[in-house]
C-alpha cells in the first residue's frame, strides 16, 4: 500500500500502548508483522530516561513510525505537538487526532480538517483519525491529505464496525483516496471485515496489547488483515435474501415431478 | 530564574538550553524542545536564549495508539 508515496509492504498498523511489558511489546510488534507502529511524544520528567528505553526498542525493529497527536484537545495544541513529533522524530507523517468528546474519544471534526489544513501548508504529511462521515472525509482530501483514517467503532471499545454502511459509502466515493480503519477493532475478524470492505489496511493497539497472549494475537491480526485483503481482491460473491442451491438439482435421485 | 518546565515551576542558572538539559538532568537524552509553544530545533540549542517565566516543553518518545 502506497502512504504519501512510500511503498508499505504490511497492511497491518500497530500501537505500541497498553502492553505488559516492553518485551512482550516488541515480541507482539514482530508477530505482527506490521511495517508501521504509532508512538506518541510526552513530557519526559527530569532525570528521566523512559523516553529512551522506549525509543530503543522501536529502533531496533526497523520499523516506521507514525507519530500521534493524541490527547490534544484543540487545533493548537494538535498543531504544537504535531511540531514536537516531527522535530524528535524526524518524519513529517503525523497521526492527527483532536479529541472532541471526552466519553468517546470521539474525534472533533471540525478542528480536525482545520488542523490538517495548517499541518498539510506547513509540509507535514497528514494521517486525519476520523469518523465515518463522508464530507469530513472530502474536506480532509480537499485539504491535501491522502490517507484518512475512519474509526470502526470508539478507541479501545472493540466493538469492530458499527456502522458498515457508512464506511462502505466511504470507500466507494473515495477510490483513490487510501483508507485505513483506526479504532475500535477487537477481534481478528473485525479487521477481515474492514479488509473485505476494501480498506486498505487496519491499525489497532488495545485488541492485541491487552489480549491474554499478545504475541498470538498479534499474528492473529496479520493473518486475518492477509485472509480479508486477498478475499477483497479475489471479489466476494453478492449477499442475497434467499437461497440457492450449490449442489446440482438435475439428476437428484428418487425425484419425480408429481406425488 | 524561574521558568516553568513541563508544567512546573523550576529554578534555573543558564539561559541556553544545553546547559539547562544538563542542570535539570536531561543531559544526552533523545528529546525534543519548546519554548512558550515554538519548536527549538536541535541545531539552534545553544543559540536560543531563556528569559525568567518561560515555559518549557521537554518531550520524549513514548508508547501510543
Known amino acids: 500500500m502506497q502512504l504519501y508515496g512510500q511503498e508499505v509492504a504490511s497492511r497491518l498498523l500497530v500501537g505500541t500502548a497498553l502492553y505488559p511489558s516492553p518485551a512482550v511489546m516488541e515480541a507482539a510488534i514482530r508477530a505482527s508483522g506490521a511495517g508501521i507502529v504509532t508512538v506518541s511524544v510526552r513530557r519526559e520528567a527530569a532525570g528521566g530516561r523512559a523516553g529512551d528505553a522506549f525509543w530503543r526498542i522501536i529502533q531496533g525493529l526497523g520499523v516506521k513510525v507514525l507519530p500521534n497527536t493524541a490527547g490534544c484537545r484543540t487545533v493548537k495544541e494538535a498543531v504544537a505537538t504535531a511540531e514536537l513529533a516531527r522535530e524528535l522524530f524526524g518524519t513529517p507523517w503525523i497521526k492527527l487526532e483532536v479529541v472532541g468528546d471526552d466519553e468517546t474519544l470521539q474525534p472533533d471534526v471540525v478542528g480536525l480538517v482545520e488542523a490538517a489544513g495548517i499541518l498539510l501548508r506547513d509540509g507535514f504529511e497528514v494521517f486525519p483519525y476520523t469518523t465515518e462521515d463522508l464530507t469530513v472525509a472530502q474536506r480532509l482530501v480537499e485539504a491535501g491529505c491522502r490517507v484518512v483514517m475512519p474509526w470502526a467503532s470508539p478507541i479501545g471499545s472493540g466493538q469492530g464496525i458499527t456502522n458498515r454502511a457508512a464506511l462502505r459509502t466511504l470507500r466507494q466515493r473515495l477510490p483513490e483516496v487510501t483508507l485505513i480503519v483506526d479504532a475500535g477493532l477487537g477481534a481478528p475478524s473485525h479487521a477481515a471485515d474492514a479488509m473485505e470492505l476494501g480498506y486498505d489496511g487496519v491499525l489497532l493497539n488495545t485488541a492485541v496489547a491487552k489480549a491474554d497472549d499478545p504475541v498470538a494475537m498479534a499474528r492473529a491480526f496479520a493473518l486475518a488483515v492477509e485472509a480479508g485483503r486477498v478475499g477483497h481482491e479475489a471479489g466476494l460473491m453478492p449477499a442475497r435474501d434467499f437461497a440457492t442451491p450449490s449442489t446440482p438439482v438435475v439428476g437428484t435421485p428418487f425425484w419425480h415431478a408429481a406425488g | ?65
Open chain 2, 1 to 65: 530564574m524561574v521558568v516553568t518546565v513541563n508544567g512546573e515551576r523550576a529554578e534555573i542558572g543558564s539561559a541556553r538550553i544545553p546547559e539547562l538539559l544538563a542542570e535539570l538532568g536531561y543531559e544526552g537524552g533523545f528529546l525534543a524542545v519548546a519554548v512558550n509553544r515554538e519548536i527549538v530545533r536541535r541545531a539552534r540549542w545553544a543559540e536560543v536564549e531563556v528569559t525568567e517565566g518561560d515555559e518549557i516543553e521537554i518531550v520524549t518518545p513514548r508508547q501510543g495508539g
